[in-house]
């Protein structure tokens, strides 16, 4: 009597794939995405001085969550051993076993191709351009090891979608949208001082480079917040130099107000609610700098 087919030959393959993407999707923490998001958005409307084509922004949202989860895939696989060694981090899906770090280059590999297909679709200078995102990216995970300023080229690997998003829309560089570029530069190293901060002790142990690790926790405050207040001045170059109206102002006060609470809810004494400051305050700064901006641009456009 011949053997009947098992009726789900597929599972043992599908399955396991699924839970790898579902804890992929967890390790890279895609929804935090909001980070550069919607500073690229802004980009790209100054761009178009209002909403860009809706193909454009298809391709460019596509490329963005693309580049992010290529960056945060490859710096988990990267950081695999330091995370291991680390009593915040070793629970982590590589170094808990949860995934293979095989698995995670292929994700890299394939949102990498994600990116370079995005920017393809976008024009010549993106897709030539590209490739150099993608460097920058990756070189962020290795810098910790040779250079106490790493946290700048994290800002980098952010601060670098505004100018992506313009080159998207116009195919060329304006140098004005470099400001914005530089105020989210200086905005995510801040933050980045301040999260490194929970390492300090640990960094300083093991030799790897930070300005916590380096010059001490007080030190390291008074960075971020000069840093914070470079973002400010930043954005309020670069209201004036494309024109913007009372709206983005309050916008940029509204962003002024949510980082200084950040700033008062932790310490050099108390770290406790650093993940409140890092990824909620953070996030809604983006939100709501992108909100203000769009709505500034769309009314003046309409009026």
């Given amino acids: 009597m011949p053997l009947r087919p098992a009726p789900y030959p597929l599972y043992p393959v599908f399955v396991p794939l699924l839970r790898s993407i579902g804890v992929t999707l967890e390790m890279i923490k895609w929804e935090h995405s909001v980070f550069a998001l919607p500073f690229a958005l802004?980009?790209?409307?100054?761009?178009?001085h209002g909403w860009p084509p809706l193909a454009k922004l298809a391709w460019i949202v596509m490329c963005m969550i693309a580049a992010r989860s290529a960056a945060m895939a490859f710096n988990r696989w990267a950081d695999a051993d330091l995370d291991a060694a680390n009593p915040r981090t070793r629970m982590r899906a590589i170094p808990a076993g949860l995934l293979t770090p095989r698995f995670a280059a292929g994700f890299t590999a394939l949102m990498s191709l994600v990116f370079l297909l995005g920017a393809w679709r976008l024009n010549r200078l993106t897709l030539i351009l590209a490739p150099i995102v993608l460097a920058v990216l990756f070189l962020y995970s290795y810098t910790k090891r040779f250079t106490r300023w790493s946290h700048f080229f994290l800002g980098l690997a952010l601060g670098i979608a505004p100018t992506g998003a313009w080159i998207a829309i116009r195919g060329s560089l304006d140098p004005r949208i470099l400001v914005l570029t530089a105020a989210v530069l200086f905005w995510v190293a801040g933050f980045d001082v301040l999260y490194?901060?929970?390492?300090?002790?640990?960094?300083?142990?093991t030799g790897l480079l930070s300005i916590p690790a380096t010059l001490g926790l007080a030190p390291a405050f008074w960075i971020a917040r000069i840093m914070h207040l470079l973002m400010l001045g930043l954005l309020v170059w670069l209201a004036v130099l494309f024109h913007l109206g009372p709206i983005a102002a309050v916008g940029i006060v509204a962003v002024a107000a949510l980082l200084l609470w950040e700033h008062l809810i932790v310490s050099p004494r108390d770290l406790t609610r650093m993940n409140a400051a890092f990824f909620m305050m953070n996030g809604v700064i983006a939100v709501i700098f992108f909100v203000f901006v769009a709505a500034d641009l769309l009314l003046r456009r309409h009026a």
């Fill in 196 to 205: 490194a901060c929970q390492d300090e002790a640990h960094d300083r142990s």
């Fill in 42 to 48: 802004t980009g790209a409307m100054l761009a178009s």
